[in-house]
């Protein structure tokens, strides 16, 4: 990926930038005629589709409402979908999309399996693209120096591949941050900042390309002798990854810095100078932060709700005083559902010219013929699940995640991501990721406690299922009696939360949840673990859930302080 591919060029700032909010007016004056624009996105991707095979199978050229769609088209999972996909992705034409994809994103889904999502010109630019530029306008309003320097942002997430995986008819099967749209797309612009004309952009040295932690290490090898304003991460996971990293790996940046190494390979001049002052930053402090090495640093880009909300104020400190954390859009690979068009920390609007969006009550299950209802019918402070439609073959698709209405404005809803669709459900409590991070965020702020993150896994060794939860502590140590008080005000949170939970402990098919406290770098130390056994960074995120033995076993690991003593023993 080379710059002039990406539109670089003296002015590319300014043309950047201009592009950025014009897409941002627009969908901002989408927003007039909501129901009028969801509409026409159901017509233009009806009648552009009507011939595919899909689109034959399911009457698509009869089809004029959207009460007639959902008549025609159940709600579908990607298993669903797959079989489509496949034929698809084999190089079969014409089969959910009229025209070819070009690519085929990636996105590890709850089970792990890598999907294949159709990605084609016509989704790029009607769907993908608006929504895409318009989520940097805050950043870019606010934080216009992050592209006056090419050392000014350091993207987490961008991982360009010389040699990408590809399907069984050659396409490319990778993550969107692995694409150049440049050359795949013709939309020269679209690199987003970090990308272009940046030390750290591509790798100047070898490196095996499935190395992720080494990748990660060169990187940060390189800003750390740069002036950058902005860390982009999107996934909060990798951005509270970097302080630990940081940390981690000091010793060999110093070094390397000081010889005029990188990765063990020359480059650039020795800096013993550089060296010594960033041992002094040490020294200094006691320890090594972002803030420390970066201290014009003013901003962070990433999701900033789900279990981030309970950690992300005591890791913006280390990136320094005043850092602003803005939100990036309630998205997946699959499509856009909202995106940030001011300065709200967590909710955004509907992209009413992308898809048509349908939800689902969270509390109700999603079943292929579950009622759905539009955009205009939310209510504010509930939860629902995500359906949406698109041009690029996706069809009334649940896309696994459930959003929050945060509030209307304009008699527009704004929505935050607030978890995965999937449920724990030991004895018919049907919890949410949104309840449990709920119920923990009640009892965390009761108690003036705080943690830099939790999973919790259901223990039946003593023949009633109870929810253990795994907790690293952060700030000052927690002492046993506010453990206890923790986990009695987590229970009654949960109880709240959800009435299948306060009916499974008020009839005993579960027992008080217990508390394990972890290390402070246990999650930190599990992500880097997940990383270096293959998985790219931008897939692991906070998982609340952890069932499995052996990935729990792999976090709690022998240095948990043991349970505290159950919340209570009787009855809700």
């Keep these: ?89 084999a190089g079969e034409a014409n089969v959910l999309t009229a025209d070819r994809p070009a690519v085929f994103f990636t996105s590890s889904g709850s089970t792990g399996a890598h999907k294949k999502i159709p990605v084609t010109p016509r989704f790029m630019r009607t769907t993908f693209f608006p929504f895409y530029y318009a989520a940097w306008a805050p950043l870019l309003t ?66 095996d390309a499935r190395d992720h932690l080494e990748k990660a290490y060169l990187r940060l090898r390189l800003a750390v002798t740069g002036d950058v304003r902005c860390v982009i991460g999107i996934n909060p996971a990798m951005v509270a990854a970097l302080p630990h990293q940081l940390r981690l790996w000091w010793p060999r940046i110093v070094k390397e810095i000081r010889d005029g190494t990188l990765g063990g390979h020359p480059h650039g001049s020795p800096d013993p100078l550089r060296a010594a002052e960033l041992e002094a930053l040490a020294d200094r402090f006691g320890t090594v932060r972002p803030a420390h090495v970066w201290p014009r640093l003013r901003a962070l880009f990433c999701w900033t709700t789900g279990l981030a909300t309970l950690y992300l104020p005591r890791l913006r400190e280390e990136f320094g005083a005043g850092v602003s954390v803005l939100p990036a859009p309630v998205a997946a690979s699959e499509g856009p559902v909202a995106v940030a068009l001011d300065r709200h920390g967590s909710a955004g609007s509907p992209v009413a010219t992308a898809c048509v969006y349908e939800f689902v009550d969270a509390d109700d299950d999603l079943t292929p013929d579950a009622p759905t209802l539009t955009p ?54 049907r919890l949410r990721d949104a309840q449990v991070t709920r119920a923990l965020a009640g009892a965390l702020d009761a108690g003036g406690l705080e943690l830099r993150n939790v999973a919790t896994r259901v223990d039946t060794t003593d023949g009633t299922g109870r ?43 579960l027992a008080a949840p217990t508390t394990l406290r972890l290390p402070a770098d246990a999650f930190l130390r599990d992500w880097q673990d997940t990383v270096a056994g293959g998985v790219r960074p931008t897939q692991v995120k906070d998982r609340l859930f952890r069932q499995d033995p052996a990935q729990w076993e792999r976090l709690v690991g022998r240095d948990a302080v043991a349970p505290g003593p159950p919340a209570r023993e009787e009855s809700l």
């Design 1 to 89: 990926m080379n710059s002039a591919d990406q539109g670089a060029g003296p002015d590319r700032a300014a043309r950047y930038t201009a592009r950025v909010h014009a897409e941002r007016a627009q969908l901002v004056s989408a927003l007039d005629d909501l129901p009028g624009h969801q509409r026409h996105v159901l017509t233009d991707l009806l009648s552009f589709n009507a011939g595919t095979h899909y689109g034959t199978a399911h009457g698509f050229g009869r089809v004029r409402t959207l009460d007639e769609y959902r008549r025609a088209v159940p709600i579908q999972t990607y298993a669903d979908l797959e079989p489509w996909i496949e034929r698809s992705a």
């Design 142 to 207: 606010h934080f216009p120096e992050v592209l006056q320097r090419p050392d000014a942002v350091l993207n987490l997430k961008h991982d360009p591949l010389s040699a990408p995986p590809t399907t069984s008819s050659g396409k490319p099967h990778v993550g969107a941050s692995q694409v150049n749209f440049g050359d795949t797309f013709g939309e020269p612009l679209s690199a987003e900042p970090g990308t272009v004309d940046t030390a750290w952009a591509e790798l100047p040295v070898p490196v």
């Design 376 to 429: 205009q019918d939310l209510e504010a402070g509930r939860d629902y699940h995500v359906v949406f439609s698109h041009v690029g073959g996706l069809y009334r698709y649940a896309v696994g995640d459930v959003v929050r209405v945060v509030d209307r404005t304009g008699g527009v809803p704004r929505l935050a991501y607030a978890g995965r669709a999937t449920r724990s459900d030991h004895a018919g409590e």
């Design 467 to 509: 929810y253990v939860f795994a907790v690293s502590p952060a700030g000052s140590p927690w002492h046993d009696d506010e453990t206890a008080a923790f986990g009695a005000r987590l229970d009654e949170g949960l109880a709240r939360e959800s009435a299948g939970y306060r009916a499974a402990r008020a009839d005993g098919r």
